[in-house]
């Protein structure tokens, strides 16, 4: 019991800051923009301390069902996270690019952060790594068409037909996503797997979880993050608002609180040299973003009657398609090396440099 408490620190440590600052959300504001820029950093910093928790929960009912099962609980529990705090944000703080921006991030930091420095890192160190290029093709051309059709072409949607073709985007995403599931757990599986040499693994240090308290404390871990976002959401606001940060970085923000557990899932498998796990990861949960958080928030803009602005800029639909189009060529061959990973390294290094110019 101990052990098991001890393993479930961060999350444990979490909930603890989650009841202290819950019913201090007003001090949080009154005490200028510095101290609820800090204190919105700190409650960041604990929700993604237990997504991590979450993540590893979902990590180990994935290693328990095997691929493509486990791929798909780790990309949506990630997506299932960033929706909880995107939609608590939006009805706190509502924002037309928000969700946009967000998608657009989650994208940005999944394909050409986790993607490239995972194969840069693991390239260094494997020289090639070999995966299923099947699963890459069909993830690139499914993202892009995602992506094209729920943030390029709003663009030329008049205003006072959003409705229909937010409708319409719902409809397609759904359909889109329900295709890649059967595809994904069907007869075509062998898409997005790989076969490897099997390793016998011991971690003494782990205390063995059964499914049942996995799934019950990834659903607890769910609950502290929506508190926490709950908390965190008005002083982080009003703390980068005074900082004059650029809007964008909210959206950075948010995407990096889903993005941080993969982080370290897909760079672990890039070190073992298990690139397939990183093409799942990284592309999976582009795609995840894309085709689960365009309905649920386009549904929650009809609801609300309020359109978001899901078009994206000049600039991001730029850095996207250079993104798609330098995935398709990279990832064309089967195998992945130190070079190619670079190449996404440095489109996300523009990425952000375009973000703290506030493009």
């Known amino acids: 019991m101990l052990a098991l408490i001890n393993q479930e620190k961060p999350l444990l440590l979490a909930l603890l800051l989650a009841i202290v600052a819950w019913p201090l959300q007003a001090q949080l504001l009154g005490h200028g923009h510095a101290v609820a820029l800090l204190s919105g950093m700190v409650l960041v910093a604990a929700i993604i301390c237990a997504s991590m928790r979450v ?17 798909m609980i780790l990309t949506l529990s990630a997506v299932m996270v960033e929706v909880l705090v995107l939609a608590i944000m939006m009805s706190n703080q509502p924002s037309p690019t928000l969700v946009r921006d967000t998608i657009y991030s989650a994208v940005m930091l999944d394909i050409n952060g986790i993607l490239g420095l995972a194969a840069l890192m693991g390239g260094l160190k494997h020289g090639e790594q070999p995966y299923n290029d099947d699963s890459a ?11 094209g059709v729920s943030m390029v072409v ?22 889109l996503y329900a295709l890649f599931l059967r595809m994904q757990v069907g007869p075509h599986s062998y898409f997005f797997s790989y076969s490897y040499p099997q390793k016998k693994r011991r971690n003494p240090l782990l205390v063995p979880v059964s499914k049942f308290r996995s799934i019950f404390i990834l659903v607890a871990g769910v609950v502290i993050i929506g508190v926490l976002a709950e908390t965190m959401s008005h002083p982080l606001g009003y703390g980068l608002e005074g900082s004059g940060a650029p809007p964008v970085l909210m959206a950075i923000v948010v995407a990096a609180i889903s993005a941080a557990p993969e982080i370290l899932t897909a760079l672990r498998a890039a070190l073992a040299n298990r690139m397939q796990s990183v093409v799942n990861i990284a592309l999976g949960a582009s ?29 991001q639909t730029v850095m996207i398609f250079i993104t798609l189009i330098v995935s398709a060529i990279n990832l064309n061959d089967g195998e992945t090396n130190a070079i190619e990973g670079m190449t996404h390294f440095v489109l996300f290094a523009t990425f952000i440099m375009l973000a703290v110019l506030g493009l």
């Open 55 to 71: 993540a590893q929960h979902a990590e180990q009912l994935a290693e328990k069902v095997g691929d493509p099962y486990g791929t």
């Open 137 to 147: 093709r069909t993830y690139s051309v499914m993202i892009m068409t995602a992506m």
């Open 154 to 175: 709003p663009e030329f949607i008049p205003r006072a037909d959003w409705k229909l073709y937010s409708a319409f985007t719902i409809a397609a995403m759904l359909l």
């Open 287 to 315: 795609l995840s973003t894309v085709i689960l958080t365009v309905p649920l928030m386009e549904a929650m803009a009809l609801y609300t009657g309020q359109p978001f602005q899901m078009a994206m800029t000049p600039v």
